[in-house]
Nanobody, 124 residues
Framework: QVQLVESGGGLVQAGGSLRLSCAAS????????VGWFRQGPGKEREFVAA????????FYTDSVKGRFTISRDNAKNTVSLQMNSLKPEDTAVYFC?????????????????WGQGTQVTVSS
């Protein structure tokens, strides 16, 4: 069992930065692949970024490439999402999720565990 708690959200102006953290409890977290997803008002939850359990593989949706960086520290049971050059369209609730499988990292249904989400609001 893995429990996930996101933090680091807030209100920021366009062009600013935020760093989201996903803190995990559970001894097997280091064996889990982790993804970040977001859900804007009236929108479906969408993939943002993912990282393999080792940190060797990372994936990003096209709209955040070059602006967002995902990383992890297995010793601290945390996964971070550094978000730079934020845009109003990045406004959403951001969720972290974890899974053991190496199936499609971009699909919500592939993930076994989810956090409660953290709000990110980017003003223009």
């Amino acid at each position: 069992q893995v429990q996930l708690v996101e933090s680091g959200g807030g209100l920021v102006q366009a062009g600013g930065s935020l760093r989201l953290s996903c803190a995990a409890s559970g001894r097997t977290f280091s064996n889990h692949n982790v993804g970040w997803f977001r859900q804007g008002p009236g929108k479906e939850r969408e993939f943002v970024a993912a990282i393999s359990w080792s940190g060797y593989m990372t994936f990003y949706t096209d709209s955040v490439k070059g602006r967002f960086t995902i990383s992890r520290d297995n010793a601290k049971n945390t996964v971070s999402l550094q978000m730079n050059s934020l845009k109003p369209e990045d406004t959403a609730v951001y969720f972290c999720a974890a899974k053991r499988s190496y199936n499609d990292f971009t699909r919500t249904y592939e993930y076994d565990y989810w956090g409660q989400g953290t709000q990110v609001t980017v003003s223009s």
